[in-house]
């Protein structure tokens, strides 16, 4: 068994390899857009761990951004949108700098990205990340949709708001309710009480926006914290589920804005 696995990897090594260099399968700036799951580096299938996810990473072809997450934090960049179909920068991807028990695969995902330098169509489906030198150095495979209006009912507490974590042991801590039969949110920014109505998209299962919030006019101490909650709700225009479970809300730009946890 062990004998044919080698094989069949060695076949698919020797495919990708030869897609980067073939004319047949150039691919256009638009084939990379939306998001990714990245299931091979160096030749080596990923196998997340148990209740782990793909890492990921997201081309927003319109603005320029990259964004995903490499199996532990989550990762952000650009690249040059006016560049030569085909080729691509992403040494320079930053990212968060959280801890977990095992960051080999984030390792490998980051030092992966740092190499590529050309994308390549891979079969019908997925995409091959390449080197200077045409050498495959992650396969890409297209991400379905998997989130759906009904991952945000109920109570979250909102754990990360402006690209900063809510400090722990607030005496109001900020949270938002989705009543999703009533299309509408309930919640505290930190101080005051925020009510209001939700949008969504039946054709986009991931768009929402909150255009209608409201709230009360109390003064506290700190507003801080309450100044980017109500400024991150503004600017929210999609979401999706992170890695490691909770629900991320994103702007216009694809940029994570807020972090919202199950209470």
């Not at 990921?56 to 072809?61: E, H, Y």
């Not at 977990?100 to 695969?105: A, G, I, R, S, Y």
């Not at 379905?144 to 909102?158: E, F």
């Not at 991931?206 to 006019?217: D, E, H, K, N, R």
């Given at each position: ?156 507490m909102i ?22 039969a009533e ?44 100044g980017r ?35």
């Amino acid at each position: 068994m062990k004998k044919v696995f080698v094989s069949l990897c060695m076949a698919g090594a020797l495919v990708a390899l030869s897609s980067c260099r073939s004319s047949k399968d150039a691919a256009t700036l638009s084939s990379i857009s939306g998001e990714w799951n990245i299931i091979e580096i160096n030749g080596t299938a990923v196998v997340p761990a148990p209740n782990q996810e793909f890492p990921f990473i997201g081309f927003d072809t319109s603005t320029g951004k990259v964004f995903g997450n490499s199996g532990c934090n989550r990762m952000m960049g650009s690249f040059d949108v006016n560049a030569k179909p085909g080729t691509i920068d992403l040494g320079a991807m930053a990212s968060t700098r959280m801890a977990c028990p095992d960051m080999t695969l984030e390792q490998n995902v980051l030092s992966a990205l740092g190499q590529v330098k050309k994308y390549k169509k891979l079969g019908k489906e997925n995409m091959a990340l390449c080197g200077s030198s045409n050498r495959p150095i992650i396969v890409l495979q297209k991400k379905a949709p998997t989130v759906k209006l009904s991952d945000l009912s109920g109570k979250w507490m909102i754990s990360e708001a402006g690209g900063q974590a809510i400090p722990e042991g607030m005496e109001k801590q900020p949270f938002i309710e989705f009543n999703l039969a009533e299309k509408r949110v309930h919640g505290n920014a930190g101080c005051n009480l925020i009510n209001g109505g939700f949008v969504a998209d039946n054709e986009n299962s991931s768009a929402i926006s909150f255009p209608q919030l409201v709230s009360t006019m109390m003064a506290c101490p700190d507003m801080e914290v309450e100044g980017r909650v109500m400024k991150a709700l503004n600017e929210v225009k999609s979401f999706g589920k992170l890695a490691g479970g909770g629900i991320g809300l994103y702007d216009a730009s694809n940029t994570l804005v807020m972090v919202l946890v199950k209470k």
